[in-house]
């Protein structure tokens, strides 16, 4: 038996639970502006796991002191230990800096360098539809594309669909028209993805949701990314040469945003 069967075999015997739920928000213009998106998201989470106990309102105070404080850091992560017959749940704060993020070469306005991963979820490991850790699933996808000389995996399914990255939701400019996977249980519902397909609509520009395969990368007039801590950012696959960017989706995440 290979290793990867052996570790797919270990999975398999334990089956994994959530030990917290959390949010990775970003700052935008010393703002939390989605802030009520978020909280939205991780009490939903928070409910279909059992954890009755609400997000404290009180709580964007304390975000706004703690950013406050610490200028530099412009991602704040909203974090929930869910209870356990030992402990109570606990709700926790953390700011950090978008350079520790898999797409911190965007920062430089580089584009993210891509890799299609073999990695595959187990069916003891955590669904995609919740923000949660342990996170062992996505850490097996960026450690891959990181060894394949790229910034961040694409998350494959068994039947050959593009569904994420480790960190983001994926677009494909096809046909014209900016394509992004369904949501069907295999991809997390991002914020930054809902906002682009309501700006989308209320601008007339043509979204689509719907299945993408590896065709679909290498005929993509432009590929993207969207997560809430960057907005959108332009991506290509490793070895693809030079990107162009693409304005449109851009700019419907700054209007979103109001930044």
């Known amino acids: 038996m290979s290793d990867s069967m052996r570790a797919d075999a270990m999975h398999a015997q334990r089956k994994e639970r959530p030990t917290s739920l959390f949010e990775t928000m970003g700052v935008f213009g010393g703002e939390l502006r989605l802030w009520d998106r978020h909280v939205a998201r991780i009490s939903a989470s928070i409910r279909a796991h059992g954890d009755e106990e609400p997000i404290d309102a009180e709580l964007l105070a304390q975000a706004k002191t703690q950013l406050s404080a610490a200028q530099r850091h412009d991602v704040l992560t909203?974090?929930?230990?869910?209870?356990?017959?030992a402990s109570a749940g606990l709700t926790l704060l953390r700011t950090r800096s978008r350079t520790s993020s898999p797409w911190a070469r965007a920062l430089g306005d580089e584009h993210v360098r891509l890799l299609p991963t073999v990695a595959r979820r187990a069916e003891s490991e955590l669904p995609a539809h919740h923000k949660a850790r342990p996170r062992t699933f996505y850490d097996?996808?960026?450690?891959?594309?990181?060894?394949g000389g790229a910034d961040d995996g694409?998350?494959?399914?068994?039947?050959?669909?593009?569904?994420?990255?480790?960190?983001?939701n994926v677009w494909l400019l096809?046909?014209?028209?900016?394509?992004?996977?369904?949501?069907?249980?295999?991809?997390?519902?991002?914020?930054?993805?809902?906002?682009?397909?309501?700006?989308a609509r209320k601008e007339g520009i043509p979204t689509a949701e719907r299945p993408c395969y590896l065709p679909d990368l290498h005929r993509a007039d432009a590929i993207c990314l969207s997560n809430a801590a960057f907005g959108v950012v332009p991506a290509g696959l490793v070895g693809s040469g030079e990107v162009e960017l693409h304005s449109s989706l851009r700019r419907l995440w700054r209007f979103a945003v109001g930044d």
């Open 174 to 199: 096809l046909d014209t028209v900016w394509t992004t996977p369904p949501l069907d249980g295999r991809v997390l519902p991002g914020i930054a993805r809902s906002l682009l397909l309501e700006r």
């Open 140 to 147: 097996r996808v960026l450690q891959e594309a990181r060894a």
């Open 78 to 85: 909203l974090e929930r230990v869910l209870p356990t017959e």
């Open 154 to 168: 694409l998350v494959l399914a068994r039947d050959g669909a593009v569904l994420e990255t480790s960190v983001g």
